[in-house]
């Protein structure tokens, strides 16, 4: 199954432009800090409550507010202004994350209060994401979506290995609390580099219709096209698994691997991640090209449950970080492929609406995940449940194989 991209007409834009340019350096900065806040939000709840499900539940509430949010914020980017609804999401994730080492300096810390942060910085990435994609393709052009990812993932990617690691040196020397204080200013250099962007980045003008009509509108469009409906569905699955295993990081780590919450390796594991999610983005266009977008997925799937497996079985350090950048190989492969392949096949005035569904209905399996995981490691332990977590990947890896994705290849005209 061969599909072919007309861009003709779609106004041609250098990939390193100026806009692009701030788009590019704002999401670096932004995702810098937000990856060493990976590591230190679920280290201090794990701190303040020894609680493998509390644990877990940071992954999970993060990723809740796309499953109760994402339609409505996906229909306001498509007809609100898309920069001010970025610059709005950084501004208030800023303050709300500057309130934890505030209240860490009158010893008010607690579980509850990081999980409403969690919550509350998932709900201003919802807002943001709807946002960030529906104008993403405003800014490059169809015919540059694929190179423009590629750059975004491995520059962001190479970011995130440096910035887990100095975050677990950080928290085992002085407090995990300073990391969410350097993410909060992140998030205020972010906001200033979209402000300066003069590319417009809302859709033409379009006819006044009832939100629910808009809504529909991306909805049907993600139903009725079979490859963006299959690989929504095994993305679901893909991010079941990878919810629970994120959150159970740190579990897994001082139950599996004999690695305390204060040990400064912790951070590597999430360093060795991001060396796997580096990998797949640079290999992820050319591998498209040369085996198309269907084998992808297929080979993607097959691989994390293999390195779920291994991760499961191995008490070595040594092996885990093989094992974690394995993993990330085939999650940031998954996940990326189905995000291009939805780019593509999109009508610009549905970006927003149709990527923000696609994301909330993928994603949304991350809570559900968190919670069986976490469950599932208080139960059985941590290595009975990601084996668990297996499961649904081998489910979603059935699905792709029965359906069109399975020989899916996009050309784009240039």
């Not at 003008?205 to 929504?232: D, F, K, N, Q, S």
């Not at 499961?312 to 092996?319: D, E, V, Y």
């Not at 909330?360 to 069986?372: E, I, K, Y």
Request: with cysteine; net charge positive.
């Amino acid at each position: 199954m061969t599909q072919r991209i007309e861009t003709a007409g779609v106004e041609g834009r250098r990939l390193f432009s100026r806009d692009f340019s701030l788009w590019y350096l704002a999401r670096s900065i932004s995702v810098a800090g937000t990856a060493a806040s990976a590591v230190a939000l679920p280290l201090l709840v794990y701190r303040t409550s020894g609680s493998p499900t509390l644990t877990a539940a940071v992954v999970g509430l993060e990723a809740l507010p796309y499953l109760l949010f994402g339609l409505f914020a996906g229909a306001a980017a498509d007809r609100l202004q898309r920069k001010r609804m970025m610059i709005t999401a950084d501004v208030c994730c800023a303050l709300l994350l500057a309130t934890v080492p505030v209240a860490a300096l009158f010893d008010a810390l607690a579980s509850w209060y990081l999980l409403v942060v969690a919550f509350g910085v998932g709900c201003g990435f919802c807002w943001f994401d709807a946002a960030a994609w529906g104008s993403f393709v405003r800014i490059v052009g169809k015919p540059g979506v694929t190179r423009a990812n590629s750059l975004i993932w491995s520059t962001e990617i190479v970011l995130e290995i440096a910035a887990p690691a100095a975050a677990g040196l950080l928290a085992a020397i002085a407090d995990p609390t300073l990391v969410l204080a350097v993410d909060a200013a992140t998030y205020l250099v972010s906001a200033a580099l979209l402000a300066r962007i003069r590319t417009g980045l809302d859709p033409g003008p379009a006819v006044a219709r009832r939100l629910r009509a808009e809504i529909a509108e991306g909805v049907h469009h993600l139903w009725r096209t079979p490859v963006l409906r299959t690989l929504t569905a095994a993305g679901f699955g893909l991010n079941v698994a990878a919810g629970g295993v994120l959150g159970l990081l740190v579990v897994h780590a001082d139950r599996a691997l004999g690695l305390s919450p204060e040990d400064e390796r912790l951070g590597l594991l999430y360093a060795a991640a991001a060396v796997g999610s580096l990998i797949a983005a640079v290999a992820l266009p050319r591998a498209s090209r040369w085996a198309g977008q269907g084998t992808v997925s297929i080979a993607g799937l097959v691989i994390f449950v293999a390195a779920l497996v291994g991760l499961a079985g191995t008490s070595a350090f040594s092996l885990a970080l093989a094992g974690w950048a394995i993993w990330a190989v085939a999650r940031l492969t998954v996940n990326a492929n189905g995000i291009t392949v939805r780019q593509l096949l999109t009508p610009d005035a549905l970006q927003g609406r149709v990527n923000t569904t696609g994301r909330m209905l993928a994603w949304g399996g991350t809570p559900f995940g968190a919670l069986v995981g976490g469950l599932a490691a208080d139960t059985y332990g941590v290595r009975a449940a990601y084996l668990m977590l297996a499961v649904p990947v081998v489910l979603s890896l059935a699905l792709v194989i029965a359906s069109p994705v399975r020989g899916l290849r996009i050309a784009v005209d240039r």
